[in-house]
């Protein structure tokens, strides 16, 4: 079974970093979409940062564009969210999503979830 396993949360003070792993197993890694979703309490899941794995084509939320990094290492089946200048509007839980539909879309509907981590950023 398809099983995504996320790391690199935590708490951080506003201007910080920090880096989230996603380890994918039971899933064909190559031509899919994987990425990045969050949702803070009260509000509704959004779409962070995706990446196609058949071409390394990646697509981010304004949001986050210029600040965090979407990147993959397919000989560990990982892929990872760099993310730089934490602001405390991006306090949520993180989500990794995969699918083996493409083309890769920036909105909630991936087939395949995370347990999430959550990230807390502090003013």
């Known amino acids: 079974q398809v099983q995504l396993v996320e790391s690199g949360g935590g708490s951080v003070q506003a201007g910080g970093s920090l880096r989230l792993s996603c380890a994918a197993s039971?899933?064909?890694?190559?031509?899919?979409?994987m990425g990045w979703f969050r949702q803070a309490p009260g509000k509704e899941r959004e779409g962070v940062a995706v990446?196609?794995?058949?071409?390394?084509?990646?697509y981010y939320d304004d949001s986050v564009k210029g600040r965090f990094t979407i990147s993959q290492d397919n000989a560990k089946n990982t892929v990872y969210l760099q993310m730089n200048s934490l602001k405390p509007e991006d306090t949520a839980m993180y989500y990794c999503?995969?699918?083996?539909?493409?083309?890769?879309?920036?909105?909630?509907?991936?087939?395949?979830w995370g347990q999430g981590t959550q990230v807390t950023v502090s003013s």
């Open positions: 999503a995969a699918d083996h539909r493409v083309p890769c879309v920036l909105v909630p509907v991936y087939n395949y």
């Open positions: 990446i196609y794995t058949g071409g390394g084509s990646t």
């Open positions: 039971g899933y064909t890694y190559s031509s899919n979409c």
